[in-house]
């Protein structure tokens, strides 16, 4: 019996993006989410999963401008693209009026 073997099945991918005005470049696991990434290996802990399945929006990143549940999102999908999450919003070292709001 012939057995099909997936070389790439379990290969890391080299994605890069903008990351609250940054360039980041990062290696990932083609199942892995967004907001995996972005906590996990990123260490973006604004970044929160609640329901997994694109009800609560507690994973919301803007991707190019448009807010997504990054629940939803695999992050192979953010390469080459902007991405901004709560840590982005502050100008200067100043809280903006939703990170102070979160803070509390
Ligand atoms: Fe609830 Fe993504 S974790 S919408």
New binding site residues.
Partial sequence: MNKVIYENEQADLEISFSLNGSSVQVSIKPWETAIETLRNKLGLKGVK???????????TIILDGRAV????ILAAQLDGRTVETAEGLGVNGALNYLQKSLSR
């Avoid at 999963?49 to 994973?59: D, S």
């Avoid at 549940?69 to 939803?72: D, E, V």
């Fill in positions: 999963e609640g329901c997994g399945i694109g009800e609560c929006g507690a994973c549940n990054g629940c939803l």
